[in-house]
């Protein structure tokens, strides 16, 4: 067994040797090879994603990626490393669950799960530049293709984890071709699990929803730019980004992402988070290693943790206490 880890930028180098050492400890056998990506490889190699990272989480088959520092602003020969190494993995699910967690700012009774087109629409990094930078454009891929692998992915999962109810989520009155073709496909995938119930909502009626009655959600299956924004809207009833996990899911490949970024705000410090790298780890031990009794350890240890310590999401301002210290605790819970 397996696992590449790269930590990225920021918070990633403290998050993810905390969520290292945490899988370390449940699988003593497993091997961890270490790759780097990110703004940092990228001003020292010259490459965001150097070749290693590709090869070595190819060869792994799990990988576990912490954040990247992505300039809001172009930048020669940069392009977002884990945007690409989900493309080139072909990890076409993203699966962000929000479930209650023992701190004060999540929500009682939530628990959903979006269920992300990973692989296309407008992220396909095709966006072009005229009359001089005063007009821009981005390019919107749906294809069916895609459509119908995410939306087999999301029944499959309401009936491996026992959830009732898909919500398709999309923009179909506006974008009738791209949206309009997702949701046909989702529509007609559903007809395949007459067991599941499915209904749609509007995006903007969705976000509507998630911030007045996030608990009528079930599972939300989406294209990507709408499950990107849906997903960190959950997270906030989830607790906040520092509890909020992620699994990339593909053929023979998974990628455990925390859905926070680099956080450079509190780099450095010591005092970040570990929660979202380890119920990441946890989700992928669960759907990529099929060890359901090993994730279960370690979502009861997180839960216990906070539980018992009255920690934020941000383990600030009560909380007081390291990224070393928290994932002792956890340790120890297992
Ligand atoms: P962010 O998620 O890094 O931070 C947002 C806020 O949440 C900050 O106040 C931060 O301190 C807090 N926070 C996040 N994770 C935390 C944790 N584990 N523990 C405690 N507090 C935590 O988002 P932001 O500031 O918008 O982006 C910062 C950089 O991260 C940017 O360069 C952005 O491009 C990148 N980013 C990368 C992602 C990725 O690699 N998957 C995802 C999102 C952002
Ligand atoms: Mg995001």
Not at 47 to 61: F, I, R
Not at 102 to 122: C, F, K, M, S, Y
Not at 133 to 142: E, H, L, S
Not at 169 to 179: E, I, M, R
Request: hydrophobic share 40%; proline share 5%.
């Amino acid at each position: 067994m397996e696992i590449c880890v790269i930590e990225g930028d920021g918070i990633g180098k403290e998050v993810i040797p905390a969520a290292t050492e945490v899988l370390k400890s449940l699988i003593p056998e497993l091997t961890i090879l270490t790759a780097r990506a990110g703004w940092d490889a990228f001003t020292d190699l010259g490459e965001a994603l150097p070749e290693e990272a590709v090869t070595l989480s190819k060869k792994a088959g799990a990988v576990l990626f912490g954040a990247c520092s992505s300039p809001s602003y172009p930048v020669e020969g940069y392009a977002s490393p884990i945007v690409r190494l989900r493309r080139i993995l072909n990890t076409h699910a993203n699966l962000r669950p929000t479930t209650y967690l023992p701190i004060p700012t999540a929500r009682e009774g939530v628990n959903l799960l979006v269920v992300r087109e990973n692989t296309e629409d407008v992220y396909g990094g095709q966006e072009q530049v005229e009359e001089g930078g005063d007009r821009t454009t981005a390019y919107k891929v749906i294809t069916r293709q895609a459509t119908e692998r995410v939306a087999h992915t999301a029944f499959r999962l309401a009936q491996q984890s026992h959830r009732d109810r898909v919500t398709v989520v999309h923009k179909a009155n506006v974008l009738p071709q791209t949206d309009g073709l997702f949701r046909r496909v989702a529509m007609e995938v559903a007809e395949q699990y007459p067991d599941i119930e499915v209904d749609e909502l509007l995006v903007d009626t969705a976000a509507y929803w998630m911030v007045k009655e996030p608990t009528r959600f079930d599972i939300i299956l989406t294209p990507n730019q709408y499950g990107d924004i849906l997903s960190d809207m959950a997270a906030a009833w989830g607790g906040g980004l520092g509890v909020a996990p992620a699994l990339n899911l593909g053929e023979g490949v998974a990628i455990a992402e925390p859905v926070h970024g680099s956080a450079p705000d509190i780099a450095g410090r010591g005092i970040a988070n570990p929660t979202a790298s380890i119920l990441s780890l946890a989700m992928l031990v669960r759907y990529y290693w099929g060890m359901n009794e090993e994730a279960e350890r370690m979502e009861q240890a997180v839960y216990r943790t906070l539980d018992e310590g009255n920690y934020t999401a941000d383990l600030r301002p009560d909380g007081n206490i390291s990224t070393e210290e928290f994932t002792q605790q956890i340790i120890n819970h297992l």
